[in-house]
């Protein structure tokens, strides 16, 4: 099991689609698989995603995307937002960066190794 995003076909306002473009769009650009779950399509995957996520991020509204690698929980938008503005995408996804990466060099420098 790899990357798998919780996602959603009818959205409440634009910004909602536009978070999940851009995880998605992430995802494609880098070639990194991932399996897309609609939870409109599926909705018995809402429990299954609540279940799989840490109890301190159930709070308040719980929307899409959420995003996990295997059985370790991501992040939302939100998340991946923060991740990418502090040059660390892949990180969010908990995969290595490419070599030589701009995200690698930060790693390396911050912790002696990607």
Known sequence: MGIVV???????????????????QFLEVNNIEAEIIDLTM????RDVMLERM???????????????NGDVYCGSYEDF??????GLPFSFF?????????????????????
């Open 6 to 24: 919780y996602t959603t076909s009818v959205f409440l306002d634009k910004s909602m689609r536009d978070h999940q473009d851009k995880v998605l």
């Open 42 to 45: 599926h909705t018995s995957a």
């Open 54 to 68: 840490p109890e301190d991020k159930k709070n308040g509204k719980v929307l899409p995307p959420q995003v996990f």
């Open 81 to 86: 937002f923060l991740a990418s503005e502090e």
């Open 94 to 114: 908990r995969i290595p960066p490419p070599p030589n990466s701009y995200e690698e060099k930060l790693l390396i420098k911050k912790n002696g190794c990607p």
